[in-house]
């Protein structure tokens, strides 16, 4: 299969991350160094279907790498979820004589991109780009850094009011269903709790630590909220309302910093993460690999079966949760 590809198309799905422009990038230029034609795919699955396609070369990716977003745009395509959507589809590639892919995205598009190849044999490798870092095989993901560095100067601007007005904010961020920003950023911006999907810290737990900060001497304290915990109710300000009914010593605010946390230039490590990434896609659809996802392991860069990328879970870092307990002190 590998000395057959000859044309290789990368596009990006779901989500934006910081660092898939970086990824298209390494991708384009690896094909040019390769001697590989490259396509870039408009709008995901979505421009897969209409066969909204451009030709990239080694200029077409000038000036992009330290720019938020993605250039080739994405959106969500429920026609692609469909048999009909997806023959659509392959007949476009087909149509432009594309061998084989690179998606960038969430486990979303890695779903979608590994059906497509279990019902036409499309090759394909990707490269996982979402803030959440919620994807099995991979220490990192795409944006990962950014999002927590973008949380961590949100969080030193807010202490600066919550101080000068003995406040208590509550600091809503991503992590529906894992909490690896709120840990990091949470620590990285000195916050006196951390509220994760994975530890069910508990409202009388909540309020015996705030109560200890107070008598500590504490004017002022940051909570960091996953919007997937479970001690929030239905929302954080929930959770607000009960802290003021039950703690009224403390004048309470909420901030929820919502999808900044996705915007921004990429962070160095996403960079240079990204373009690790994009070489080794195009190298493996070159060695005749496919089906597997691109991660990294104590700084190696790994390959994964798709499969086992979208089922696995992963997991949360139990000494950082030991960290942040001794922290909260």
Wanted: charged share 25%; net charge neutral; aromatic share 6%.
């Amino acid at each position: 299969m590998g000395s057959n590809i000859k044309k290789i198309a990368v596009l990006t799905s779901g989500g934006d991350s910081p660092g898939m422009n970086a990824a298209i990038r390494s991708v384009v230029r690896t094909c040019a160094f390769v001697e590989v034609e490259c396509m870039g795919i408009y709008r995901g699955y979505e421009g897969m279907i209409e066969g909204d396609f451009i030709p990239l070369n080694a200029r077409s990716v000038n000036n992009i790498i330290n720019k938020g977003g993605t250039f080739l745009k994405s959106a969500r395509c429920p026609e692609f979820r469909t048999k009909e959507g997806r023959k659509m589809a392959y007949d476009q590639l087909k149509l432009a004589g594309i061998d084989a892919l690179v998606v960038i995205g969430g486990d979303g598009s890695l779903t979608g991109a590994e059906i497509l190849h279990g019902e036409y044999n499309m090759p394909f490798i990707g490269i996982p780009g979402t803030i959440d870092n919620d994807i099995f095989g991979t220490r990192y993901t795409l944006g990962f850094d950014t999002a927590c560095n973008t949380v961590v100067e949100a969080i030193d601007k807010i202490r600066d009011t919550a101080s000068s007005h003995h406040r208590l904010f509550f600091v809503e961020v991503m992590g529906r269903d894992v909490g690896h920003i709120a840990l990091n950023a949470g620590i990285g911006g000195g916050a006196e709790e951390i509220l994760i999907p994975e530890e069910d810290l508990g409202l009388d737990r909540l309020l015996d630590s705030l109560k200890r900060s107070k008598a500590r001497g504490k004017s002022s304290s940051i909570v960091v909220v996953a919007e997937g915990d479970r001690t929030t109710g239905k929302n954080v300000y929930e959770l607000k309302d009960y802290v003021e009914k039950n703690l009224p010593v403390y004048d309470v605010r909420v901030c929820v910093l919502g999808h900044m946390q996705r915007g921004g230039a990429p962070s160095c490590f996403d960079r240079v993460l990204a373009s690790r990434m994009g070489v080794i896609a195009v190298e493996a659809l070159l060695e005749s690999k496919t089906n597997l996802m691109v991660g990294i392991r104590d700084n190696d860069i790994i390959l994964t079966p798709v499969k086992e990328a979208i089922q696995g879970k992963s997991k949360m870092d139990k000494e950082l949760i030991r960290v942040s307990d001794i922290m909260t002190l």
